[in-house]
């Protein structure tokens, strides 16, 4: 049975949210066993660029997709994306996880809106709503004047709009570029960045408890880009 646009853009993004929930765990265990930011996600691209050049020797005719096509959009991309995952893996070590994705979830209020300005894409009754309804959710979690602000709120706030920013670049290369090539150049471009920041000792230090949610922080890395990268091409930057 073929599956519909939107069935399929569902099930891309309960993969993805999977991968994030699995991800949000293991960097959290990661950060109490010592290890900083910048050295889970140098795991998190280190693992990836070990799978991805797997499959490069297993599968030669992958290997044409690598070429370096659009490279001052796939760098910006990654620039913008390990700014804001740097954002938000530093909130998961501050916040309570469901508040850190609650706030997250302002990202589609985003998307829609720079979709509107930068792809075009018509602001329907829906897209307002989503907007509308997003912002109020951010007050009802935040409850400025009630509460005691928490400021690594802002960091995910930032992180969510910061991930808005690489949807749309993303929804822009692929109109070229398969799913592929963008993972492949995420993790080509993201693993020096995080070794720039990295003490090299801390991963000689690892525990072998620490394997488990190391390997799950690559593969989630790994699945849920490729699950996001799969959905957008499928329907509009407002389903979510």
Known sequence: M????????ILWMVGAL??????????RELSRGGL???????IRSGI??????????????????TRPNRMPLHAFRNVVHYIAQFAWASSLTMLPL?????????MPAWTALLAVWLLGERLTPSR???VVFGLIGVL?????????????????LGAAFGYAVIMIATKKLTTTETTFAIIFWMAV??????????????????HWGDFVPALAVGIGGLTSHYCLSCHIPVGDMAVF
């Open 36 to 42: 900083s930011i910048f050295e889970i996600l140098a």
């Open 98 to 106: 469901a508040m850190v994705f609650a706030l997250e979830f302002t």
């Open 189 to 206: 471009i993201q693993f020096p960045l995080s070794l720039i920041g990295s003490n090299p000792g801390n991963f000689l230090n690892m």
């Open 140 to 156: 009802v979690i935040l409850r400025p004047g009630i509460a005691d602000f928490n400021p690594a709120a802002m960091l995910v």
């Open 48 to 65: 990836a660029l070990l799978v991805l050049f797997a499959l490069l020797a297993v599968r030669p005719e992958l290997r044409p997709l």
């Open 18 to 27: 999977l991968s994030f929930s699995m991800m949000a765990v293991s960097i």
């Open 128 to 130: 307002i709503g989503v």
């Open 2 to 9: 073929k599956l519909s646009s939107l069935a399929r853009v």
